[in-house]
């Protein structure tokens, strides 16, 4: 196994009184896919906030590349080279399609991506791109929000429910281009509800359950009993 | 728990030491024309007014959310209703008195009407707006000296009481009477029913909606009576003057800037904050007024550091210390005494 | 004639009260700040102009070299130092603050400068007129105009074609996630109160060499600036141009019945509007 690339250390998060996470442990190494999976509720939201910089945690709490990251805001740690696709795609409804993908390139890190390979991933865009972002259709909204994250050049990218509302063949189509985007090195976290999409592009997957990792273990051994187990918390 | 050895009040020890130390306070208050000089009656008679429109302010922009930098309009307008009332209506000034918050109610009412179209912040610059308007008016106005304002006619100031000391103690005792007055109407008003709503509606307007409490309805309601109260006051505040002008009654900074610094002072949002925020700033008055300009940037400077490093103000800091509540609005739930639960 | 001299004079005029509404608007179209000391701001501006003409002797105009850098550094400290702290969902911290720093500010003036009303010397650009078809124009009122119009459209511009306008906008729709795309938040807040104090700067000199003032007057400029504002329609830009025009020749016809009801006027002009289109004549469309 690679070097780790992010490495979760004893997070816990709160709203106020309420505990979202308890004592979270996990690792993701250089390069690789995983896959966060859990019911409503579970925490998989608060997990991806709390890397991304949204929720403020113990520095020590979040490393990443040896670094202790957990305490810096948001835009601190995008400069790092982690960059998050939020949940309900979140585009800025001021922007034009352009606009939302041009500001997702303004932590300036080098890379691979541009404005011309995100309209090369997705050509609808290009035809789209004077639009307002509001005009869209759920589907290339979501389009958006991944290449607004990808323009930044992350090394780290987190998906947090991209197929959430969306059509099957939609889902389909992002999921036909995940490979392309995370196949050049990039290490990916992607929350998925649907175990199954979530399983095909991982290679390994952790179950949160009310605010706590239940199951921890590769993709392709899994069995479909321990999920069940896990998401439910069935004995 | 057992229901028979437990009872829900809202009353503490506290609030019956409280009451029975406002009781007695308020008994010697009401002697001070036999024990207090002349200039100390009418410190404490400003004292008592200050408060009382302090109070106000805080019922609106601490429980209703209605942050209004321009309740001078009805301070002005009030003392120039006395001045109206008994000049030309011939009326006792008592009665004038009575009247002001009639008149300062029904003049609130469409203005509430345009305003509350503001929302947040932009609602505090229109209630100024309409301040400015009152005040421009009431410039044009010849028969009450126009720009340069008038006096009260000896005639009507004689007609309070014969003698010199007899007036100042009336008037003194008005004040005391409208501060008491007040915070009364607001203690009751927040436990009454209405009063639970705002406080819902402070806390989450979103949820007091969805609840059926008719937002809107219950701040016009709150800018009514305040405005109305505000006016009452207004017009003792320019009975102990004897004199108006448009630019002495509508203020901002007389009755808008230091009612804002007493609550922030004494903290926003509960009805112990602008009695102590009073007390506090009549001290500093009293201390640094000799300075002049710098008392005042002395003065917003405290506001600003208040707002920013203890938004509860001074008595927030005394509850959250000791745990105290004079005014108990809550709903408290005591256990029997001399048990242990299990 | 005499009326169609009133209306073009408020005309011209509204220039001014557009300088005065372009940097609230701004402002509250970033980060949803009101900021109630931006009448005192645009009086310290003034001072600071006549400051600057006294000691180096310089024409106003050429003051505003000094002045608008000092009141763009002054709004990026004042935003990160206090205003930044006050912001969040409860909208009393910022009224309240900003409530006291225009005391402080006045009060300081006053200390400073005393009570007396000052004027800046601008030469004879205060005297210097045109004729045009039996009107005539000062020109320093076209002049002020002319920066207005020059000011907003470059606010536009900045707006909708620029990476800080960019960054204006996105985090005025969401902070949050703006904050994801590398914005500091703080940072553009305080970029945007620079700019906005720079307009002030603008609009507070020009304020200066048109009329005399002194430090009592903030409050009714943050007046005139804010029922600009409204009068255009929250959120537009060249809104604020045409509300600060209705508000100056409200004013000036106002003026023309009875000198007395100059100020009046345009408060009613507002609050006609208010009642008829709570919105504004020209809300913004998105």
Known sequence: MHEPILQIVGLSAHYGDFQALYDIDMTVAEGEVLAIIGANGAGKTTLMWSIAGLMRNGADQVRYRGEAIGGLRADQVAERGIALVPEGRQLFPSLSVEENLIIGGQVGRDGPWSLRRVFELFPILQERRKQASTSLSGGQQQMVAIGRALMANPDLILFDEISLGLAPVIIRDIYQALPGIVGGGMSAIIVEQDITKALSVSSRIYCLQEGRVSLEGASDTVSREEISRAYFGIE | ?342 | MEWVNAIVQGTLLGGLYALFAAGLSLIFGVMRLVNIAHGDLIVLAAYLGLTTTIMLGMHPLAALLIVVPLMAAAGYGLQRGVLNQTLGDDILPPLLVTFGLSVIIQNALLEAYSADPQKMDAGVLETASISLGGLTLGVLPLLTFAVAVAIIAGLQWTFYHTALGRAFRAVSDNQDIAQLMGLNRRHVFGLAMALSLAVTAVAGVLLGVRTSFDPSIGGGRLIFGFEAVIIGGLGNIWGTLAGGVILGVAQTVGAKIDPGWQILAGHIAFLVILAVRPNGLFPRMT
Request: hydrophobic share 55%; proline share 3%.
């Open chain 2, 1 to 342: 728990m057992n229901a028979t050895q437990s009872h829900v009040t809202r009353t503490t020890s506290t609030a019956r030491a409280a009451m029975l130390f406002g009781a007695i306070a308020t008994a010697i208050l009401i002697a001070a024309p036999w024990w207090a000089g002349r200039a100390d009656m009418r410190l404490m008679s400003e004292l008592f007014l200050y408060m009382a429109l302090a109070s106000l302010w805080n019922l609106m922009a601490g429980y209703a959310g209605l942050v209004s930098v321009g309740q001078q309009a009805y301070v002005g307008f009030g003392g120039y209703m006395l001045f109206a009332l008994t000049i030309f209506g011939g009326l006792h000034p008592m009665a004038a008195i009575a009247l002001t918050p009639v008149l300062g109610a029904l003049v609130s009412v469409p203005v509430a009407i345009l305003i509350f179209r503001l929302r947040g912040a932009y609602f505090a610059i229109g209630t100024w707006v309409i301040a400015e308007v009152f005040r421009l008016v009431f410039a044009q106005v010849l028969a009450l000296g126009g720009g340069s304002g008038s006096s009260l006619p000896v005639g009507i100031v004689r007609s309070l009481a014969d003698s010199r000391s007899g007036r100042e103690a009336l008037s003194y005792w008005l004040a005391l009477g409208a501060a008491l007055l007040v915070i009364a109407v607001i203690y009751l008003f927040l436990r009454s029913r209405k009063g639970l709503a705002l406080t819902a509606i402070r806390d989450n307007e979103l949820a007091a909606g969805s609840l059926g409490i008719d937002i809107w309805r219950t701040k016009f309601v709150v800018y009514v009576v305040v405005s109305a109260l505000t006016a009452m006051i207004g017009a003792l505040i320019f009975l102990q003057k004897l004199r108006i002008s448009p630019d002495a009654a509508f203020s901002v900074n007389d009755w808008t800037a230091f009612v804002i610094f007493i609550v922030v002072i004494g903290g926003i949002g509960t009805i112990e904050g602008p009695i102590i925020g009073t007390l506090v700033f009549f001290l500093l008055r009293e201390t640094l007024a000799d300075l002049g300009t710098i008392y005042l940037m002395v003065l917003g400077l405290v506001a600003i550091i208040v707002m920013l490093k203890a938004p509860k103000g001074l008595w927030g800091l005394v509850r959250e210390r000791f745990g105290l509540e004079l005014f108990p609005l809550g709903y408290r739930v005591e256990p029997a005494t001399g048990k242990k639960e299990d």
